[in-house]
């Protein structure tokens, strides 16, 4: 079965790192009528909720950006039950109050996943694209990979690169998930699509943060990139991080990891 055959049979779906916004539409799609199809549970897992998805959706656990390894070891301790001596000392160990603390994720939340799984036979782990730069991508590929090795989900990597590695690690030893770092104040995310705009998406949440209104222009400054961008507010847009969507750019804010801590500055200050 190809990826989107696989997602329309589920009856049990979670999906972390991905927005499932226009440039996933087939993939969103498929979960639509998965649900249609089998009632499947939905659990999106993600910083930013998806109001397109909320119909949809039977949970959705937010987290922290930046804390993807995190979330990945609190899956790791819920769904993996047998395992080989040295995957159990790893789980043992965990830390499970400090990374749920950090990533600002449950672990109740990740009990009630786990109790809405035991009755499903098909269950699918959407792994998408925003993990794929994150810095701790390495220890990221081994834990996604016991997953998969350990448990009976249908593993679904949305990009083929990063599905290949995966596929092919065979080292399972896995490192202590790294103090999170704080992403405070101004994010952006970078929402990889068919077309890029002048635009960054905000809540009214972000907007007063930054002190700034709809249709201003802004700078975006992070490091040595300065972008202009005109400030649009999303009243559908929940929380404190901005979407920039684009295709592609060689500029320091819209490289490696997709969320950025930025300094917001008005052009006409």
């Given amino acids: 079965m190809n990826k989107k055959e696989i997602i329309s049979k589920s009856d049990f779906i979670l999906s972390l790192g991905t927005m499932l916004s226009n440039n996933k539409e087939e993939v969103r799609n498929s979960i639509i009528e998965s649900i249609a199809k089998t009632n499947a549970h939905f659990v999106y897992m993600h910083p930013i909720d998806n109001i397109d998805l909320k119909l949809y959706y039977t949970q959705f656990i937010k987290y922290e950006v930046g804390s993807e390894?995190?979330?990945?070891?609190?899956?790791?301790d819920t769904f993996v039950k047998q395992s080989n001596?040295?995957?159990q000392?790893?789980?043992n160990d965990l830390d499970l109050g400090y990374i749920s603390a950090e990533s600002s994720a449950g672990e109740e939340?990740?009990?009630e996943a786990y109790e809405n799984s035991l009755n499903c036979?098909?269950?699918t782990l959407i792994i998408g694209d925003d993990l794929i730069e994150h810095p701790r991508v390495e220890n990221i590929i081994k834990l996604i990979s016991v997953i998969k090795k350990y448990t009976d989900f249908n593993v679904i990597v949305l990009d083929n690169n990063f599905e290949e590695k995966i596929n092919s690690c065979m080292d399972f030893d896995i490192e202590e998930v790294e103090d999170l770092k704080s992403f405070d104040g101004t994010i952006v995310y970078r929402l990889i699509e068919d077309e890029s705009t002048q635009d960054l998406i905000a809540s009214q949440s972000f907007a007063r943060i930054a002190k700034v209104a709809n249709n201003d222009k802004v700078y975006l400054n992070y490091k040595n990139s300065k972008i202009e961008k005109t400030i649009k507010i999303d009243e559908k847009l929940q929380g404190t991080i901005a979407i920039a969507k684009i295709t592609g750019?060689?500029?320091?804010i819209f490289n490696d990891y997709r969320y950025k801590q930025v300094k917001i500055e008005k052009v006409d200050a």
């Fill in 85 to 87: 001596e040295q995957i």
């Fill in 109 to 111: 939340e990740f009990e």
């Fill in 89 to 91: 000392k790893y789980i």
């Fill in 69 to 76: 390894e995190g979330i990945l070891a609190l899956l790791l």
């Fill in 249 to 252: 750019s060689n500029e320091e």
């Fill in 121 to 123: 036979k098909f269950k």
